[in-house]
Protein backbone atom coordinates (compact mmCIF):
# COMPACT_ATOMS: atom_id res chain seq x y z
CA UNK A 1 0.00 0.00 0.00
CA UNK A 2 1.31 3.70 -1.09
CA UNK A 3 2.57 5.65 2.09
CA UNK A 4 0.44 8.66 2.85
CA UNK A 5 1.73 12.30 2.60
CA UNK A 6 1.57 13.92 5.70
CA UNK A 7 0.76 17.70 6.04
CA UNK A 8 1.67 19.57 9.30
CA UNK A 9 -1.58 22.05 9.93
CA UNK A 10 -0.76 24.91 12.23
CA UNK A 11 -3.32 27.22 14.05
CA UNK A 12 -5.97 24.00 14.52
CA UNK A 13 -8.03 26.28 16.49
CA UNK A 14 -8.44 28.50 13.84
CA UNK A 15 -12.28 29.02 12.52
CA UNK A 16 -11.10 27.18 8.59
CA UNK A 17 -9.07 24.76 10.62
CA UNK A 18 -11.75 21.73 10.97
CA UNK A 19 -12.74 21.91 7.01
CA UNK A 20 -9.47 22.01 5.75
CA UNK A 21 -8.21 19.41 7.55
CA UNK A 22 -11.22 16.93 6.92
CA UNK A 23 -10.31 18.12 3.47
CA UNK A 24 -6.61 16.97 3.41
CA UNK A 25 -7.62 13.64 4.80
CA UNK A 26 -10.58 13.59 1.91
CA UNK A 27 -7.84 13.96 -0.53
CA UNK A 28 -5.62 10.80 1.27
CA UNK A 29 -3.32 13.06 3.02
CA UNK A 30 -2.44 11.89 6.90
CA UNK A 31 -2.60 15.64 8.90
CA UNK A 32 -0.81 16.27 12.23
CA UNK A 33 -2.44 19.48 13.68
CA UNK A 34 -1.14 21.57 16.29
CA UNK A 35 -2.09 24.80 18.62
CA UNK A 36 -1.21 26.13 21.77
CA UNK A 37 -4.58 25.34 22.96
CA UNK A 38 -4.93 22.04 24.38
CA UNK A 39 -8.82 21.93 23.45
CA UNK A 40 -8.24 23.72 19.57
CA UNK A 41 -10.81 21.54 17.65
CA UNK A 42 -8.89 20.53 15.11
CA UNK A 43 -6.47 18.67 17.49
CA UNK A 44 -8.96 16.05 17.55
CA UNK A 45 -10.46 15.67 14.05
CA UNK A 46 -6.68 15.41 12.62
CA UNK A 47 -5.08 11.91 12.62
CA UNK A 48 -2.45 13.21 15.53
CA UNK A 49 -2.93 16.44 17.64
CA UNK A 50 -0.06 18.61 19.16
CA UNK A 51 0.18 20.98 21.84
CA UNK A 52 2.76 23.34 20.34
CA UNK A 53 4.41 26.95 21.01
CA UNK A 54 3.84 30.48 20.40
CA UNK A 55 5.83 30.97 16.79
CA UNK A 56 7.51 33.83 18.82
CA UNK A 57 8.54 31.31 21.28
CA UNK A 58 12.27 30.91 21.16
CA UNK A 59 11.73 27.13 21.25
CA UNK A 60 9.57 27.00 18.09
CA UNK A 61 11.84 26.02 16.01
CA UNK A 62 12.92 23.01 17.78
CA UNK A 63 9.91 21.94 18.60
CA UNK A 64 8.41 21.98 14.52
CA UNK A 65 11.60 19.80 13.72
CA UNK A 66 10.72 18.02 16.60
CA UNK A 67 7.21 17.01 15.14
CA UNK A 68 8.68 16.82 11.70
CA UNK A 69 10.69 14.06 12.54
CA UNK A 70 8.95 11.90 14.92
CA UNK A 71 5.66 11.93 12.37
CA UNK A 72 7.52 12.14 9.22
CA UNK A 73 5.75 15.45 7.52
CA UNK A 74 6.38 16.50 4.39
CA UNK A 75 4.68 19.75 3.92
CA UNK A 76 3.93 22.41 6.46
CA UNK A 77 0.60 24.49 6.35
CA UNK A 78 0.47 27.64 8.34
CA UNK A 79 -1.95 30.40 8.62
CA UNK A 80 -0.41 31.86 12.00
CA UNK A 81 1.60 35.12 11.14
CA UNK A 82 3.83 34.69 13.79
CA UNK A 83 5.09 31.57 12.33
CA UNK A 84 5.20 32.44 8.93
CA UNK A 85 9.62 33.59 9.53
CA UNK A 86 10.63 30.99 11.31
CA UNK A 87 8.78 28.33 9.65
CA UNK A 88 11.32 28.70 6.86
CA UNK A 89 13.80 27.07 9.04
CA UNK A 90 12.31 23.63 8.53
CA UNK A 91 13.03 23.96 4.77
CA UNK A 92 16.49 22.66 5.89
CA UNK A 93 14.92 19.57 6.94
CA UNK A 94 13.44 18.82 2.98
CA UNK A 95 9.83 19.84 4.67
CA UNK A 96 7.38 21.67 1.81
CA UNK A 97 7.06 25.11 3.24
CA UNK A 98 3.53 25.95 1.61
CA UNK A 99 4.36 29.88 1.62
CA UNK A 100 5.22 32.34 -0.58
CA UNK A 101 9.16 33.37 -0.78
CA UNK A 102 10.27 34.49 2.74
CA UNK A 103 11.44 38.15 1.41
CA UNK A 104 7.98 38.36 0.19
CA UNK A 105 6.56 37.28 3.28
CA UNK A 106 8.85 39.46 5.30
CA UNK A 107 7.53 42.77 3.50
CA UNK A 108 4.51 41.77 3.94
CA UNK A 109 4.25 41.52 7.06
CA UNK A 110 5.55 44.85 8.15
CA UNK A 111 2.54 46.87 6.35
CA UNK A 112 4.20 50.25 6.04
CA UNK A 113 7.77 48.58 4.20
CA UNK A 114 4.53 46.46 2.36
CA UNK A 115 3.70 50.12 1.15
CA UNK A 116 6.57 51.42 0.24
CA UNK A 117 7.60 48.67 -1.81
CA UNK A 118 4.56 48.53 -4.14
CA UNK A 119 4.61 52.47 -3.83
CA UNK A 120 8.23 52.10 -5.53
CA UNK A 121 7.26 49.65 -8.68
CA UNK A 122 4.34 52.47 -9.37
CA UNK A 123 1.46 50.62 -8.31
CA UNK A 124 -1.42 52.50 -6.80
CA UNK A 125 -1.77 52.23 -3.05
CA UNK A 126 -3.76 54.58 -0.09
CA UNK A 127 -1.55 57.35 0.94
CA UNK A 128 0.52 56.14 4.07
CA UNK A 129 2.59 57.36 6.73
CA UNK A 130 4.10 56.57 10.03
CA UNK A 131 1.83 57.59 13.14
CA UNK A 132 4.93 59.08 14.54
CA UNK A 133 4.93 61.69 11.60
CA UNK A 134 1.75 62.44 12.02
CA UNK A 135 -1.21 62.56 9.02
CA UNK A 136 0.74 65.64 6.99
CA UNK A 137 -1.25 66.50 4.10
CA UNK A 138 -3.60 63.03 4.45
CA UNK A 139 -7.32 63.86 4.93
CA UNK A 140 -10.37 62.66 7.17
CA UNK A 141 -11.43 60.23 7.93
CA UNK A 142 -8.22 58.60 8.47
CA UNK A 143 -7.64 54.97 9.06
CA UNK A 144 -4.75 54.10 12.03
CA UNK A 145 -3.49 50.62 12.33
CA UNK A 146 -0.21 48.30 14.16
CA UNK A 147 2.13 47.83 11.31
CA UNK A 148 2.67 44.12 12.44
CA UNK A 149 -1.07 42.81 12.92
CA UNK A 150 -4.45 40.72 11.67
CA UNK A 151 -8.17 40.65 11.76
CA UNK A 152 -8.36 44.15 12.51
CA UNK A 153 -6.68 44.36 15.80
CA UNK A 154 -5.92 47.82 17.06
CA UNK A 155 -7.30 49.49 13.88
CA UNK A 156 -9.42 52.72 13.88
CA UNK A 157 -11.46 54.90 11.43
CA UNK A 158 -10.96 58.51 12.75
CA UNK A 159 -12.93 61.48 11.58
CA UNK A 160 -10.85 64.00 13.56
CA UNK A 161 -7.23 65.36 14.83
CA UNK A 162 -8.88 65.41 18.64
CA UNK A 163 -9.60 61.30 17.88
CA UNK A 164 -6.52 60.72 16.32
CA UNK A 165 -4.57 62.20 19.57
CA UNK A 166 -6.72 60.20 21.88
CA UNK A 167 -6.76 57.37 19.84
CA UNK A 168 -2.78 56.86 19.64
CA UNK A 169 -2.75 57.92 23.49
CA UNK A 170 -4.69 54.95 24.09
CA UNK A 171 -3.41 52.75 21.91
CA UNK A 172 -1.19 49.89 23.05
CA UNK A 173 1.71 50.22 20.39
CA UNK A 174 4.31 53.03 20.06
CA UNK A 175 3.88 55.47 17.58
CA UNK A 176 6.86 54.18 15.01
CA UNK A 177 4.37 50.71 15.41
CA UNK A 178 1.57 52.71 13.68
CA UNK A 179 0.73 53.54 10.70
CA UNK A 180 -1.58 56.46 9.19
CA UNK A 181 -3.76 55.77 5.97
CA UNK A 182 -5.83 57.49 3.48
CA UNK A 183 -9.23 56.06 3.80
CA UNK A 184 -10.44 54.76 0.14
CA UNK A 185 -14.07 54.81 0.06
CA UNK A 186 -15.44 52.07 -2.00
CA UNK A 187 -16.40 48.51 -2.00
CA UNK A 188 -13.52 45.81 -0.26
CA UNK A 189 -12.23 42.62 -1.50
CA UNK A 190 -10.03 40.46 -0.20
CA UNK A 191 -8.67 38.03 -3.14
CA UNK A 192 -7.05 34.92 -3.62
CA UNK A 193 -3.83 34.59 -5.53
CA UNK A 194 -3.08 30.93 -6.75
CA UNK A 195 0.43 30.06 -7.52
CA UNK A 196 3.83 27.89 -6.76
CA UNK A 197 7.63 28.80 -7.02
CA UNK A 198 7.13 29.14 -10.97
CA UNK A 199 5.91 32.17 -10.21
CA UNK A 200 2.80 32.07 -12.93
CA UNK A 201 -0.22 32.71 -11.75
CA UNK A 202 -2.62 29.67 -11.87
CA UNK A 203 -5.87 31.44 -10.88
CA UNK A 204 -7.42 34.44 -8.92
CA UNK A 205 -10.29 34.85 -6.93
CA UNK A 206 -11.80 38.27 -6.38
CA UNK A 207 -14.45 38.36 -3.59
CA UNK A 208 -16.45 41.38 -2.48
CA UNK A 209 -16.70 40.90 1.70
CA UNK A 210 -20.44 41.91 2.57
CA UNK A 211 -19.45 41.87 6.31
CA UNK A 212 -16.32 41.69 7.88
CA UNK A 213 -15.96 41.35 11.98
CA UNK A 214 -12.38 41.25 12.66
CA UNK A 215 -12.54 38.17 9.67
CA UNK A 216 -14.89 38.02 6.78
CA UNK A 217 -18.27 36.71 7.74
CA UNK A 218 -19.95 37.39 4.45
CA UNK A 219 -18.27 37.67 0.84
CA UNK A 220 -19.14 36.81 -2.93
CA UNK A 221 -17.22 36.05 -5.49
CA UNK A 222 -16.90 38.45 -8.28
CA UNK A 223 -15.43 38.95 -11.64
CA UNK A 224 -12.91 41.97 -12.28
CA UNK A 225 -10.51 43.02 -14.54
CA UNK A 226 -8.88 45.32 -13.16
CA UNK A 227 -8.20 43.39 -9.74
CA UNK A 228 -6.91 41.02 -12.31
CA UNK A 229 -4.96 43.02 -13.41
CA UNK A 230 -3.52 44.61 -10.38
CA UNK A 231 -2.86 40.98 -8.52
CA UNK A 232 -0.50 40.26 -11.66
CA UNK A 233 1.18 43.51 -11.32
CA UNK A 234 2.10 42.76 -7.83
CA UNK A 235 3.54 39.21 -8.82
CA UNK A 236 5.48 40.45 -11.57
CA UNK A 237 6.98 43.53 -9.12
CA UNK A 238 7.58 41.31 -5.88
CA UNK A 239 7.69 37.83 -6.91
CA UNK A 240 5.59 36.21 -4.29
CA UNK A 241 6.32 32.89 -5.70
CA UNK A 242 3.28 31.43 -3.63
CA UNK A 243 0.06 31.91 -2.52
CA UNK A 244 -0.71 35.01 -1.01
CA UNK A 245 -4.19 37.49 -0.36
CA UNK A 246 -5.03 40.74 -1.48
CA UNK A 247 -7.08 43.08 0.63
CA UNK A 248 -8.31 46.15 -1.12
CA UNK A 249 -10.33 48.67 -1.80
CA UNK A 250 -12.30 49.64 -5.13
CA UNK A 251 -13.16 53.61 -5.10
CA UNK A 252 -15.91 54.27 -5.46
CA UNK A 253 -15.57 57.40 -7.78
CA UNK A 254 -12.67 55.88 -10.09
CA UNK A 255 -13.04 52.00 -9.58
CA UNK A 256 -9.29 51.82 -9.43
CA UNK A 257 -8.25 49.06 -6.95
CA UNK A 258 -6.00 50.17 -4.01
CA UNK A 259 -4.66 47.63 -1.92
CA UNK A 260 -4.47 47.96 1.65
CA UNK A 261 -2.74 44.90 3.39
CA UNK A 262 -1.13 41.69 1.54
CA UNK A 263 -1.53 38.25 3.74
CA UNK A 264 1.25 36.26 2.44
CA UNK A 265 -0.47 32.96 3.24
CA UNK A 266 -4.12 31.31 2.84
CA UNK A 267 -7.09 33.60 3.61
CA UNK A 268 -9.64 32.81 6.15
CA UNK A 269 -11.71 32.98 3.18
CA UNK A 270 -9.68 29.68 1.76
CA UNK A 271 -13.15 28.10 2.11
CA UNK A 272 -15.38 30.19 -0.46
CA UNK A 273 -12.29 30.25 -2.55
CA UNK A 274 -12.72 26.29 -2.90
CA UNK A 275 -16.95 26.79 -3.06
CA UNK A 276 -16.11 28.48 -6.20
CA UNK A 277 -14.22 25.86 -7.96
CA UNK A 278 -10.93 26.75 -7.26
CA UNK A 279 -8.94 24.38 -4.42
CA UNK A 280 -6.01 26.07 -3.81
CA UNK A 281 -5.24 24.14 -0.68
CA UNK A 282 -5.31 20.47 -2.23
CA UNK A 283 -3.75 21.98 -5.45
CA UNK A 284 -1.06 23.95 -4.46
CA UNK A 285 -0.01 20.59 -1.92
CA UNK A 286 0.38 18.36 -4.91
CA UNK A 287 2.10 20.96 -7.08
CA UNK A 288 4.52 21.50 -4.04
CA UNK A 289 5.03 17.93 -3.51
CA UNK A 290 5.02 16.48 -7.27
CA UNK A 291 5.72 19.34 -9.48
CA UNK A 292 3.40 21.49 -11.49
CA UNK A 293 1.54 19.32 -14.08
CA UNK A 294 0.31 17.24 -11.23
CA UNK A 295 -2.72 19.48 -10.56
CA UNK A 296 -4.80 21.52 -13.25
CA UNK A 297 -6.74 24.37 -12.08
CA UNK A 298 -9.93 25.06 -13.66
CA UNK A 299 -12.40 27.69 -13.71
CA UNK A 300 -14.32 29.34 -10.36
CA UNK A 301 -17.96 30.89 -10.47
CA UNK A 302 -19.27 33.76 -10.33
CA UNK A 303 -21.85 34.74 -7.81
CA UNK A 304 -20.89 32.30 -4.88
CA UNK A 305 -21.37 33.54 -1.19
CA UNK A 306 -20.02 33.20 1.77
CA UNK A 307 -22.28 32.48 4.66
CA UNK A 308 -19.16 31.83 7.44
CA UNK A 309 -20.96 30.42 11.00
CA UNK A 310 -19.83 28.18 13.85
CA UNK A 311 -20.44 24.68 12.94
CA UNK A 312 -20.33 22.36 16.22
CA UNK A 313 -18.03 19.20 15.55
CA UNK A 314 -19.15 16.03 17.53
CA UNK A 315 -17.02 12.51 18.04
CA UNK A 316 -17.61 9.87 20.78
CA UNK A 317 -16.24 9.82 24.04
CA UNK A 318 -13.67 7.10 23.66
CA UNK A 319 -12.21 8.74 20.70
CA UNK A 320 -12.06 12.26 22.61
CA UNK A 321 -10.47 10.28 25.28
CA UNK A 322 -7.82 7.86 23.34
CA UNK A 323 -7.00 10.36 21.22
CA UNK A 324 -3.48 11.19 20.15
CA UNK A 325 -2.59 14.45 22.08
CA UNK A 326 1.34 15.06 22.12
CA UNK A 327 1.98 17.91 24.48
CA UNK A 328 5.41 20.12 23.43
CA UNK A 329 4.09 23.09 24.76
CA UNK A 330 4.32 22.43 28.64
CA UNK A 331 0.45 23.10 28.32
CA UNK A 332 0.18 22.56 32.15
CA UNK A 333 3.18 24.24 32.93
CA UNK A 334 3.64 28.12 32.62
CA UNK A 335 4.38 27.40 28.84
Known amino acids: MKKKRTVLFTGAGGSVAPALIKRLQDNGYRVIAADIDRYAVGLYLADVGV ?53 FVSTCLDKYALM ?19 PGDISYPLVVKPRRGRGSRGLGILNRK ?7 EQSPYKTDELIIQECIHGLEYTVSVVLWRDGEIQAVVPK ?33 DGPFNVQLIIDKNTGKPYPIEINPRF ?69
Not at 116 to 134: N, V
Open 51 to 103: ISVRGDSPDFIKVMKDICEEEKVDVLITGVDEELIPSFELEKNNIVVLLPNQK
Open 116 to 134: KALDSQGIPIPETRLAESG
Open 162 to 168: AELHSFI
Open 208 to 240: EVICKRGITKLAVTRHNQRINQLCYEIQEKLHA
Open 267 to 335: STTISLTIASGIDELIGLTKQALDGRKSYDFGDWKEGVVLLRQNQDQFITENKFNQKKIINKGNYFGTS
